[in-house]
């Protein structure tokens, strides 16, 4: 059976949930496509406000690629290439979103199940989450621009140990390694997802798409002089006219 994405609304939240329970949410040319359809809908909808992506059960996030998928075919490599195509292709569009991308990561989280999550801006893990890039135990040429992320991330000497051991390792490894941002318990892991989500839905969009630029263009690009015009388009919006003019009411 093949993969999809579903997607449920709750006021300006969209949840993108991946759904291939029998796989693990492992990554098919059928999901892949179903996430880039997503990503490209909620692009046009001015009205989201935060997007949060996660796995359709609590056993994985998302397990990597799908092997089956084109391994069971003869032309290996076609498949393989076409296999990393559209995960490129659908990660892309999920880092090309405006809104900020929370990943709630639960149980396994392998391959290419990393590269989306990296897509997100900020990944919140349960204690129970499993990590690993299993690559160069296979042989594959894991995206080069999720290694420079990894390594922008991690540094060089953590990101070594990522790709050159294959190994998997626990969340608290991969905080250490700074691949997540927070670990949390499992029993408040969903109450935690949800109030990030709502936190971030709550600020003003100009403000949202801004400082998501801005840390983007600092931390991978380096390019100061776009942060730079990023901030500068921030404050002509002049979003904050009308919080602070809330807030002195609210003194009042």
């Known amino acids: 059976m093949a993969g999809a994405v579903r997607t449920e609304r709750n006021r300006n939240i969209v949840t993108i949930i991946l759904d291939n329970p ?5 990554l098919d040319l059928p999901l892949l496509d179903g996430l880039q359809k997503a990503a490209g809908e909620i692009a046009a909808d001015t009205s989201v406000m935060a997007v949060m992506l996660r796995g359709g059960d609590d056993k994985a996030f998302c ?16 498949g393989v290439a ?5 995960i490129t292709k659908a990660t892309d569009a999920l880092a090309r979103l405006e809104v900020p ?9 392998f391959g290419g199940g990393v590269q989306l999550a990296l897509a997100a801006d900020i990944r919140i893990a349960s204690a129970d989450s499993r990590f690993g890039i299993p690559a160069a135990r296979i042989g594959i040429a894991y995206p080069l621009q999720a290694i420079a992320q990894v390594v922008a991330l991690s540094g060089a000497g953590h990101a070594a140990q990522i790709f050159l051991t294959a190994e998997p390792f626990d969340a608290a490894a991969a905080l250490q390694r700074q691949l997540i941002d927070e670990v ?39 390019d100061i002089a776009a942060a730079a015009l990023l901030h500068a388009e921030l404050m002509d919006s002049k979003c904050y006219v009308s919080r602070l003019e809330e807030i002195a009411q609210k003194r009042k």
Do not use: W
């Open 63 to 78: 397990a990597g690629a799908d092997f089956d998928a084109f391994t069971q075919s003869s032309a290996i490599e076609q």
């Open 22 to 26: 029998a796989k693990r949410n492992s």
């Open 101 to 109: 991308i929370v990943a709630a990561i639960r149980g396994a989280c």
């Open 184 to 222: 949390v318990g499992i029993d408040a892991f969903e109450s935690r997802i949800r109030a990030v989500t709502e936190t971030i839905a709550a600020c003003p969009r100009p403000a949202l798409t801004a400082y998501k630029g801005m840390i983007r263009k600092l931390a991978f690009d380096r």
């Open 82 to 86: 076409a296999m990393e195509k559209a």
